[in-house]
T-cell receptor, first 114, second 111 residues
Framework: GENVEQHPSTLSVQEGDSAVIKCTYS??????FPWYKQELGKRPQLIID?????GEKKDQRIAVTLNKTAKHFSLHITETQPEDSAVYFC?????????????FGTGTQLKVEL | DVKVTQSSRYLVKRTGEKVFLECVQD?????MFWYRQDPGLGLRLIYF???????EKGDIPEGYSVSREKKERFSLILESASTNQTSMYLC??????????FGPGTRLTVT
């Protein structure tokens, strides 16, 4: 089955700096890669996703890049703000098939310091 | 507005008890999931269901079972709770080929 590895497990940046979180996946058939943000005490929520037919996607201060050959994808947050502090999870799945189940990475605790 | 609800936010049970965690979604989604979340281990899939009365094992099904008698409801059952099942349990639902939504979670403590 699919295996997703995520690094780093913790990341501390100064406000205004950029943050990068990296994930690798094992199953070359995976073609959908979402990123979830979980604030303290709250449920995970989708912040951005990318499908395998594109290499990069941006939404304001966040972007995701995908390298299918190397089987890795990354989340980039620019101009970080205190409200970006949260746990971020990457995930991978195949969009076809029953369940379309996501396999998650182990999470990155991002702390944005003032 | 998307809504996934779970029956309890906090639950305390004794070792050996039978425990039911309920999840309800009002979006007519085909797929529903149960995860447990533990520090450093991320979100691990216990069971999922892609249709009524259908269930599939996830990565860590041992000690759990599930029931999906109606499309909107997916139940997680701990037949005989043990202390190593103390965890945060998250339910989720999604339609095919679209975003997955999570419930608020149930923090279960087994003493």
């Amino acid at each position: 089955g699919e295996n997703v590895e995520q690094h780093p497990s913790t990341l501390s940046v100064q406000e205004g700096d950029s943050a990068v979180i990296k994930c690798t996946y094992s199953d070359s058939a995976s073609n959908y890669f979402p990123w979830y943000k979980q604030e303290l005490g709250k449920r995970p929520q989708l912040i951005i996703d990318i499908r395998s037919n594109v290499g990069e996607k941006k939404d304001q201060r966040i972007a995701v890049t995908l390298n299918k050959t190397a089987k890795h994808f990354s989340l980039h947050i620019t101009e970080t703000q205190p409200e970006d502090s949260a746990v971020y999870f990457c995930a991978a799945s195949m969009t076809a098939g029953g369940g379309n189940k996501l396999t998650f990475g182990t999470g990155t605790q991002l702390k944005v310091e003032l | 507005d998307v809504k996934v609800t779970q029956s309890s936010r906090y639950l305390v049970k004794r070792t050996g008890e039978k425990v039911f965690l309920e999840c309800v979604q009002d979006m007519d989604h085909e797929n529903m999931f149960w995860y447990r979340q533990d520090p450093g281990l991320g979100l691990r899939l216990i069971y999922f269901s892609y249709d009524v009365k259908m269930k599939e094992k996830g990565d860590i099904p041992e000690g759990y079972s599930v029931s999906r008698e109606k499309k909107e409801r997916f139940s997680l059952i701990l037949e005989s709770a043990s202390t190593n099942q103390t965890s945060m349990y998250l339910c989720a639902s999604k339609p095919d080929r679209a975003e997955q939504y999570f419930g608020p979670g149930t923090r279960l403590t087994v003493t």
